[in-house]
């Protein structure tokens, strides 16, 4: 991605913005919260499917604890992440349900997992492409030599609406962006063509952006205020083609062992933002026909 992702000098960009150029309710926690508990799509049974895809190491599985914990209002690591970078840690595809008061209750929207796509060793966009669709079944092994075939037992012939993807959200280490490698900017690339095919709404999210940026680090809530922060999401935005409004910076959950109210009102931004797109995607192919 070249020298124009390079470290700032600090004595040449002053690191804060007079106003947020974005605004989110930091002192409404509970609301939010409720609302999200009281989500339910219009029609009975219906499930919101959320892909998450990226580059490995960037914090999907991450995102995926810290949403539970959130909802669960305490610590959560259902889903298995590595901290140490040494390929993708995600192997199999997974759905994660997140549990509600009972243990027969569950949110009806659901976040299904893969196997990063790093170079020539990560999961293939034709893989991606057959979960976008449906086609891929919990469990599949991910083999970087080969797609997923029609012939194989995880291939799913008939796709229900529950089964395809409503959202697919690419999610972005803040931190190393700058590492990423063409081949992996041009996967990136490729999937966004097919699920804009598909008529899937697509958002990115940041991860480990107080690690790239001192001044959020020091307080959560400057993140609108960084100017280092918005203009590494404008330069995603550019390369990718992913539209300012569809970024969202958050911090996961990965040293804490409480949670944090900073910290859940990003991350219930951000999900209230993925949920609201994957209903309109959910109605508009009701309205088509097509779900």
Known sequence: MGNKHSKRDASIIPPFLSEPW??????????????????????????????????????????????????????????????IFHGSFTRK?????IQKESPQSFYPFVFSDIMGLDSNKGVKVEDINLALKGHMKDGYRFKPESPLSEGDQFYNKYPTANDKVHVLACVINANTMSQMTDLTIEKIRNVRLEASHLGIPQVAILTRIDEACPEIKQDLKNVYRSKFLKEKMEQFSAEVGIPMNCIFPVKNYHEEINLNNDVDSLLLSTLTNIINFGEDCINFKKSQSEC
């Open 22 to 83: 974005r605004t989110i309710n930091w002192g409404d926690k509970q609301s939010a919260l409720q609302n999200m508990k009281n989500y339910k799509p219009h029609d009975e049974g219906q499930q919101l499917r959320i892909l998450l895809h990226g580059p490995a190491g960037a914090g999907k599985s991450s995102f995926i604890n810290s949403v539970q914990s959130l909802l669960h209002g305490r610590m959560y690591t259902l889903a298995l992440a590595d901290n």
């Open 93 to 97: 595809y997974t759905t994660y349900k």
